[in-house]
């Protein structure tokens, strides 16, 4: 006779299958089963987990470069094909935070957001920035179809100028606007860029990468490998309503984001840091992260400091 472990390990193994197919965006119903009953969470989590465990199975496909002189591009083969399910799409990415820059004219000021505060500029050009919080960009008195993002999260909303195109420098990278709304993140050891609208093109002068709407790009540890992957164009930027969506993201990438957006303090468990999320976080308007302890397959509680995160 079928049990309720069953029936829960027959809708997660649904769920697992279903979140690997390219262009998911049922995110908001999977959160409503997830929350619906705290075993569908324990039993999302232990598949989730089996099929993680299979990885090093599997070889990734051989790296083919961008250009000659530029980052290498790599895909890692899905392994949902095992329940019968297509190949992942990133939901996260990320472009290397590769060193300083030297800032000598004095047309450029600098915009800094605080934790926790999320601010909108507008430029004479008509374009729109919406900065995330603890975020650092610079922008230009006179050039008003130029940024440099230093640190933190920003969605960039831009009139196109096919004459005057808009560039965004982040550190020795260049983004170029082809009529684009996109996000950028960038930490010190990672910078991740999505495009809702239009098209951008990455380092004009060297990859000359092109991304479309729901394209993303990834490039870490010292700019050696650049990943491309989909995301849904509209999760692109919803950080601003206090949603976060992650396809295998590890929870260092998890609680920097959380503790950008609220301003808090929050301490991970360094056994965690690596410990991977897929799903959608819907932030309380309180901002009381115990509640998404079963979500994470965590638990979480307050400290007098902020938050912290540890095994269950």
């Known amino acids: 006779m079928t049990n309720e472990r069953d029936i829960a390990d027959d809708a997660a193994l649904g769920w697992v299958m279903r979140l690997r197919e390219p262009g998911f965006d049922a995110w908001e119903s999977f959160e409503a089963w997830l929350l619906a009953d705290p075993a569908n969470a324990v039993a999302y989590h232990r598949l989730a987990d089996a099929e993680r465990r299979l990885d090093p199975l599997f070889s990734p496909a051989p790296a083919a470069p961008l250009s000659p002189s530029a980052p290498r591009e790599r895909y890692r083969p899905s392994l949902a094909w ?15 935070f590769a060193g300083s820059v030297m800032w000598t004219t004095p047309n450029l000021y600098e915009v800094q957001t605080r934790p926790g505060e999320q601010r909108e500029l507008r430029l004479a050009s008509g374009t729109s920035i919406q900065l995330n919080g603890a975020t650092v960009i610079r922008l230009d008195r006179h050039n008003p179809r130029f940024a440099a993002l230093e640190r933190g999260e920003a969605l960039f909303t831009v009139r196109h100028d096919a004459s005057h195109p808009f560039t965004v420098k982040m550190g020795d990278d260049r983004l170029v606007d082809l009529g684009t709304r996109f996000d ?55 950080w601003r309503t206090g949603r976060f969506v992650y396809d295998g993201a590890p929870l260092s990438r998890v609680t920097a984001d959380l503790a950008r957006y609220t301003g808090a303090r929050i301490d991970l468990d360094p056994a965690l840091s690596n410990q991977t999320f897929r799903g959608v976080i819907s ?30």
């Open 82 to 96: 095992l329940f019968g399910s297509g190949t992942a799409a990133a939901a996260a990415i990320a472009v290397f």
């Open 184 to 238: 950028i993140v960038r930490t010190p050891d990672r910078t991740a860029i999505a495009v809702a609208e239009g098209a951008v093109l990455y380092n004009p002068e060297g990859a000359r990468v092109h991304l479309q709407a729901g394209d993303a790009l990834e490039i870490a540890d010292g700019r050696a490998v650049a990943v491309r992957g989909r995301i849904t164009p509209d999760q692109v930027g919803a």
């Open 283 to 312: 932030l309380p308007a309180s901002h009381d992260l115990v509640e998404l302890g079963p979500l994470l397959n965590t638990r979480i509680r307050r400290t007098a400091h902020g938050w912290r995160i540890s095994s269950r």
